[in-house]
């Protein structure tokens, strides 16, 4: 089945621990991206990546880092979260970029730090 | 990306169709229509797309404005699982890179169905 997966989809942590979110896709897209979703804000970009080793920024990516390293992996990794990055976090793979292909969003990952 | 616009919520009955409108005024050419919505406690889930001509598939069509400053998405015949927000957005076809490209979801359509 095509689809894209999170891990972990619930965590629980503390400001300062380091922490990876994992995402992964089996469709061989060339793009995926992070997204981050907060109530009355909707959802906003973090990362992006055009192919492998190729990313930039999005709308917000202060206190965030990614890497491309192979095509089905896209971690989001937060080197030392603190409690405004308490969110509702969508990893999303399309075949390219622009507007010809959907995006296909992983189930989500609910992260509260403390 | 251009803005949309759309109403804040819509109530239809279990069994019938559904339109939802989007209104687009401010278009461009390589922009395409999408088309997503989630449900509660779900990830965002793709819908359809289009560029010009009206478009089907299995789970909804989308009806253009010959000028594309409008356009609808159709849903034959609602279920209880229809019952999410829905975004019109429009993505540009020519996109190449160079700062944020995320899809921008406003505040949707809240659509409620009627058993």
């Known amino acids: 089945e095509a689809q894209v997966t999170q891990n972990p989809r619930y965590l629980i942590t503390v400001t300062g621990k380091k922490l990876t979110v994992t995402c992964s896709q089996n469709m061989n897209h060339e793009y995926m991206s992070w997204y981050r979703q907060d109530p009355g804000l909707g959802l906003r970009q973090i990362y992006y990546?055009?192919?492998?080793?190729?990313?930039d920024k999005g709308d917000v990516p202060e206190g965030y880092k990614v890497s491309r390293k192979e095509k089905r992996n896209f971690p989001l990794i937060l080197e030392s979260p603190s409690p405004n990055q308490t969110s509702l976090y969508f990893c999303a793979s399309s075949p390219s970029m622009g507007g010809r292909n959907e995006q296909f969003f992983g189930p989500g990952t609910r992260l509260t730090v403390l | 990306d251009a803005k949309t616009t759309q109403p804040n919520s819509m109530e239809s009955n279990e069994e019938e169709p559904v339109h939802l409108p989007c209104n687009h005024s401010?278009?461009?050419?390589?922009?395409?229509i999408h088309w997503y919505r989630q449900l509660p406690s779900q990830g965002p889930e793709y819908v359809i797309h289009?560029?010009?001509s009206n478009v089907n598939n299995r789970m909804a069509s989308l009806a253009i404005a010959e000028d594309r400053k409008s356009s609808t998405l159709i849903l034959h015949r609602a279920t209880l699982r229809d019952a999410a927000v829905y975004y019109c957005?429009?993505?540009?076809?020519?996109?190449?890179?160079?700062?944020?490209?995320?899809?921008?979801f406003g505040k949707g359509t809240h659509l409620i169905i009627q058993p």
């Open positions: 957005i429009l993505r540009d076809a020519l996109y190449s890179g160079g700062g944020a490209d995320g899809l921008t």
């Open positions: 990546s055009m192919n492998v080793e190729v990313t």
């Open positions: 401010t278009i461009s050419g390589t922009d395409y």
């Open positions: 289009g560029l010009t």
